[in-house]
C-alpha cells in the first residue's frame, strides 16, 4: 500500500481548512492501493530546529529532540514521515502566509536529509484564505518549500472560503495526482532528483527558483556586477587554491543564466544555474 501523509495546520479541527482537508482525505480513501494518514499538527508536541548538528554527526539517528519530531528517530511525525509515498499539506493562511506550524514541521525534515528520504517524494498543498487572502502567497511559499527539500512537485492549490465549493474540485483532481505519484513511488522507489531536475521542474511553478535564486544572489538587483559570485571573485574571498577556478567556472555559467534569464529562456536558463551550483565552490 502506498502511504499518504496528509497534515493539517490549523488549529480549529472543525474550521474551514480541517472540514476540506476532511473532505479530499476522503476522496484519496476511495483510491485503491492508497493509505491515508491524517496529522493535526496541533495534536502533537514539536518545536524547531535547535541547530545541533545531532542528525549530521549521527546519520540514521534521527533527531535528537524529546519530541513528535525527534527522539532519536522514534518520535510520532518522524515515522510517519519516512513511512510516506506522498505528502499533502492542507494549511491556512495566517500573517499573509503558511501557517507557523506548517513551517516549524517543514524545518524539521531537515534530519531526514541525511538518510535521503525527502528527495524526489511526492508532495503537494494546499492553501486556504479567508478575509483579506493571500492564498496564492502562501502557495507560493509551500512551492519553495518543496523545492528547497527537493521534493518531487505534484502542484499546488490557492483556495478563497469565498468559493470553497467550487474549489473542491480541483482540491480532489490534485488529490488523484499525487495519488498516482504516491502508487509510483511505493512500486518503483524513490527516485531522487538531480539539480538540473530540480531546476527544470520548478522553473515554472508558483515559486520560480530560477527568478529566485537570481534574484538572491544578486541582491535584488538580477545584475552579475552586484551579484555574490562575482563579488566574491573580485574580493578573493576564497583562499583555497582549488576554489577560485570552480568559482570562475561557477561565475561563467552564472552569467548564463542570467543571459538565458533577460531573454525569457527560463528552461535554459535552469540549465546553465543547476551548472553553476554544481561548480560552487564548498
Known amino acids: 500500500m502506498a502511504r499518504i501523509m496528509v497534515v493539517q495546520g490549523s488549529g480549529r479541527k472543525h474550521g474551514y481548512t480541517a472540514t476540506l482537508m ?17 496529522h493535526h499538527l496541533h495534536n502533537y508536541s514539536f518545536g524547531p530546529c535547535k541547530s545541533c548538528f545531532f542528525c549530521i554527526r549521527n546519520v540514521g539517528k534521527g533527531c535528537a529532540l524529546d519530541d513528535d519530531w525527534g527522539r532519536k528517530g522514534e518520535g ?32 524539521r525534515i531537515y534530519p531526514t536529509f541525511w538518510e535521503g528520504i525527502p528527495y524526489g517524494l511526492p ?75 530540480i531546476f527544470l521542474m520548478y522553473r515554472d511553478t508558483p515559486w520560480s527558483i530560477v527568478r529566485g535564486y537570481i534574484e538572491n544572489l544578486t541582491d535584488g538587483t538580477f545584475r552579475y556586477e552586484t551579484s555574490v559570485p562575482a563579488r566574491a571573485l573580485a574580493n578573493g574571498s576564497f ?7 570552480l568559482l570562475e567556472k561557477a561565475c561563467a555559467s552564472f552569467k548564463t543564466a542570467l543571459s538565458h534569464y533577460d531573454a525569457e529562456d527560463n528552461r535554459a536558463a535552469a540549465v546553465a544555474y543547476a551548472t553553476a551550483r554544481a561548480r560552487q565552490p564548498g
Not at 22 to 38: M, N, Q, S
Not at 137 to 164: D, M, Q, T
Open 76 to 107: 510520532e511525525l518522524y515515522k510517519a514521515f519516512k513511512r510516506a509515498n506522498g505528502l499533502l499539506m492542507v494549511d491556512p493562511v495566517h500573517g499573509w502566509g503558511a501557517s507557523a506550524a506548517a513551517r516549524v514541521f517543514i524545518e
Open 123 to 197: 508532495f503537494a498543498s494546499v492553501s486556504c484564505a479567508s478575509n483579506q487572502g493571500f492564498q496564492t502567497r502562501a502557495l507560493e511559499e509551500f512551492c519553495k518549500f518543496s523545492a528547497a527539500k527537493g521534493f518531487r512537485y505534484i502542484g499546488g492549490l490557492p483556495v478563497h472560503v469565498a468559493y470553497l465549493g467550487e474549489a473542491k474540485k480541483d482540491a480532489f483532481a490534485l488529490a488523484m495526482k499525487l495519488a498516482e505519484a504516491a502508487v509510483a513511488d511505493e512500486k518503483n522507489g524513490r527516485k531522487k532528483l538531480s539539480d538540473e531536475e
Open 22 to 38: 476532511h473532505d479530499i482525505a476522503g476522496e484519496l480513501e476511495k483510491v485503491p492501493g492508497i493509505e491515508v494518514e491524517i
Open 239 to 245: 583562499t583555497n587554491p582549488e576554489a577560485h577556478p
